[in-house]
Structures are given as structure tokens and as C-alpha cells.
């Protein structure tokens, strides 16, 4: 019922920021919480930030705590994830995906919709 769309990847410098977007379509969208993971060639995907349907809550991996920030727009049918000080092991695909429970948050097969990726490269 949802489909969705990243976009905002690209390389930069480390200690660069970059702000992700991902668009949806399907009018449910607001219905589900959200999140983005990144996968980093060779290891797993890992969730990167998470937020409840209304946007009133949120949840940050460690590794990106007081530096990545995830917000939506409803009415927008529009999720970002705001990313400063990136280091170059954060090189990564990252993801935009709806969740749709059944199990831990932190596990990707609790997601039932993902967008196709945007590439994020930090250099150093």
C-alpha cells in the first residue's frame, strides 16, 4: 500500500552533512511508523533512526546519536533524515522503509515497504 522514494545521497567530505528525503505514495503512509537504515558494503543492514507515525517520538542508533535526526511531514507523505559530522565508515546505501511490526524494530524483515536506496559516500 506504500511505495517509497529516497533521494539526497552523494559524496562529501567528512564532517559534511547531508539531509535524506523520501517521498511516499499510498495514503496510508501517515498510518505507519518509519525508519532508515543504511547497509555498508559486505555487512548487514543496520536501522539508523526511527519514528512513530504522528512524529512524536523518535529513536537514534548510538553510533549516530546528537548527529542524525529524523523527522516526517504527513502532509507531505515525506520522511528525512538530517545527517552532520558524517564519517567516512557511515559510507553506506541507505534506506527508507515503512514499519509493520511483528517483532523488534532493529530487525529490517519488521518492514514491509523500502525504497530502492540512495548512495551515500564520505570521504576522507
Known amino acids: 500500500q506504500v511505495q517509497l522514494v529516497e533521494s539526497g545521497g552523494g559524496l562529501v567530505q567528512a564532517g559534511d552533512s547531508l539531509r535524506l528525503s523520501c517521498v511516499a505514495s499510498?495514503?496510508?503512509?501517515?498510518?505507519?511508523?518509519m525508519g532508515w537504515f543504511r547497509q555498508a558494503p559486505g555487512k548487514e543492514r543496520e536501522l539508523v533512526a526511527q519514528?512513530?507515525?504522528?512524529?512524536?517520538?523518535?529513536y537514534s542508533a548510538d553510533s549516530v546519536k546528537g548527529r542524525f535526526t529524523i523527522s516526517r511531514d504527513n502532509a507531505k507523505n515525506m520522511v528525512y533524515l538530517q545527517m552532520n559530522s558524517l564519517k567516512p565508515e557511515e559510507t553506506a546505501v541507505y534506506y527508507c522503509?515503512?514499519?509493520?511490526?511483528?517483532?523488534?524494530?532493529?530487525?529490517?524483515?519488521?518492514?514491509?515497504?523500502w525504497g530502492q536506496g540512495t548512495q551515500v559516500t564520505v570521504s576522507s
Open positions: 499510498g495514503r496510508t503512509f501517515s498510518s505507519y511508523a
Open positions: 519514528i512513530n507515525a504522528s512524529g512524536a517520538r523518535t
Open positions: 522503509a515503512a514499519y509493520i511490526g511483528g517483532g523488534s524494530a532493529l530487525n529490517p524483515s519488521t518492514y514491509g515497504y
